[in-house]
């Protein structure tokens, strides 16, 4: 296509050509970069070829007055740009005042390790050489890198999961660290293992959403008569606790904290011992939280007592033998994830809570995990990707099997992160019919919305059968 001569002409006489995606604003936009001193024809070539052209050309007809314009309107740097505008503006104006380092920054998950060990948000900055100082500032940067990699396909998909949940590792690394100067002074390396956060859920398997809840657990070393500063160490915890969160909430960083996990849910304290925590569970724990405990990671803090806490709630996981009471358990918790799926909202356009959709795919690898972890430890993982290898070569489920609930598992994931992706919210339906649906058939690589379809569909029956088969063979 003539780019070039398309751009012209709209220049010229204001109309917008059909067959591109463009609004009627589209004209106006064009003009914004033509009066910037841009090439017209390279951006207006990088915005149809993108997933939803007309906002990928005004979102960059508002960036020819960057100060960093120069660098982002370059032949490399374009179609990413206008990439990342179509599929997710809000990933994108998350990290304006720092964009040119989207594009010349490495990938999130390869720098994270870098960044968390840093001792403050300034400290962290110094590595990329940039200014960077709030919780906030550093979630939008990181957030938006990992949008980028997921977007362009710059590398495994895996990756791109991982890159998201290192968004949440590295912010919580950062602002605990300076909570810690704050509690602890020059004393602060003598308190290095006393205190760990655990991520839950899809964080704890290393595998977030572009737009996710964090699922939190804090957990302190002991409780004993010493006083600190004043404060017994349930309330000295407690307070980093309740500060690291306002860090972490919507009044610092963005973030959505969930802490409804902890022992105790919404009635318990905020952070716990180790030893309260493993009370808890010997005493009082239900079968829903045995199977939350599976994807449990320890993100930020002391990863000597993350490690503990998982080899001592392992036993209440992951038992020798499952009896009768314990089967009961599984079928009690499946019976409450059918009421879940019979009352979503979007029926099967829901892809995490549709028949056949992520939920019920990751209730059949949790089932086996606790069904068979006890006697083979591989299969005590958080990450879903390793405990599907693990059910493969333990014969434990067939090999087609296994391969269908991989494939399904990476098409969702995708499917729900781009939706999720294009306005910020924790939305798990997918888009109605039109433009906004059209542009995520194209970003999940499908010129035709009823090919993305059909693909999708085909992957619930799929994944239907096996949660289906795996209860009613007993």
């Not at 070039?4 to 003009?31: E, I, N, W």
Request: glycine share 8%.
């Amino acid at each position: 296509m003539d780019y070039k001569a398309l751009a012209h002409d709209m220049l010229d006489t204001g109309r917008v050509p059909d067959g591109l995606g463009l609004t009627k604003q589209a004209s106006r936009d064009l003009a914004a970069v033509r009066e910037a001193g841009f090439d017209t024809a390279a951006v207006l070539e990088a915005c149809a070829t993108s997933p939803h052209p007309a906002q990928a050309l005004n979102c960059l007809s508002h960036l020819v007055d960057h100060d960093h314009a120069a660098k982002l309107f370059t032949p490399d740097t374009l179609p990413r740009l206008a990439t990342l505008a179509a599929a997710s503006r809000w990933a994108l104006d998350g990290a304006i005042a720092h964009l040119d380092l989207v594009f010349t920054m490495p990938p999130t998950h390869v720098i994270a390790e870098r960044l968390r060990e840093a001792s403050s948000f300034v400290a962290a900055g110094e590595i990329l050489g940039a200014k960077i100082e709030t919780a906030a500032e550093w979630r939008g940067l990181l957030q938006a890198r990992a949008a980028l990699f997921d977007l362009t396909d710059e590398g495994d998909w895996w990756d791109a999961l991982a890159g998201y949940s290192e968004v949440a590792d590295v912010v919580a690394s950062l602002a605990l660290a300076e909570l810690r100067h704050e509690f602890y002074g020059d004393k602060n390396g003598e308190h290095a293992d006393d205190f760990v956060v655990l991520g839950m859920g899809k964080l704890g398997g290393h595998e977030l959403n572009a737009s996710s809840d964090l699922d939190l657990i804090y957990i302190f070393d002991h409780e004993d008569d010493t006083a600190i500063d004043g404060r017994s160490r349930r309330e000295w915890f407690g307070e980093i606790a309740r500060r690291l969160t306002e860090e972490l909430g919507t009044s610092g960083a963005g973030f959505r904290v969930d802490m409804r996990l902890r022992p105790g849910g919404s009635a318990g304290p905020l952070t716990c011992s180790l030893a309260m925590a493993e009370s808890h569970y010997e005493y009082r724990g239900a079968a829903w939280e045995r199977q939350m405990l599976i994807r449990t990671r320890a993100i930020a803090g002391s990863q000597a007592l993350g490690d503990e806490f998982r080899r001592t709630i392992r036993p209440f996981v992951y038992r020798r033998r499952m009896d009768a009471a314990a089967l009961g358990e599984i079928r009690r918790v499946k019976a409450r994830l059918d009421a879940e799926v019979a009352v979503a909202a979007g029926g099967d356009e829901n892809v995490k809570l549709s028949r056949g959709g992520i939920r019920e795919l990751e209730y059949v690898v949790q089932t086996y995990q606790l069904l068979y972890g006890g006697r083979i430890p591989e299969l005590q993982t958080p990450s879903m990707r390793e405990a599907l290898a693990v059910l493969a070569r333990n014969e434990l489920l067939p090999t087609e099997d296994v391969a269908i609930l991989h494939d399904a598992y990476e098409f969702f994931r995708r499917l729900e992160n781009r939706i999720q992706l294009y306005d910020g919210r924790q939305n798990h339906r997918l888009p109605p019919p039109g433009p906004v649906r059209d542009g995520l058939a194209r970003s999940m690589g499908y010129a035709d919305v009823d090919k993305m379809l059909g693909v999708y569909a085909e992957h619930q029956q799929r994944v239907l059968r096996i949660f289906e088969a795996l209860f009613d063979s007993g």
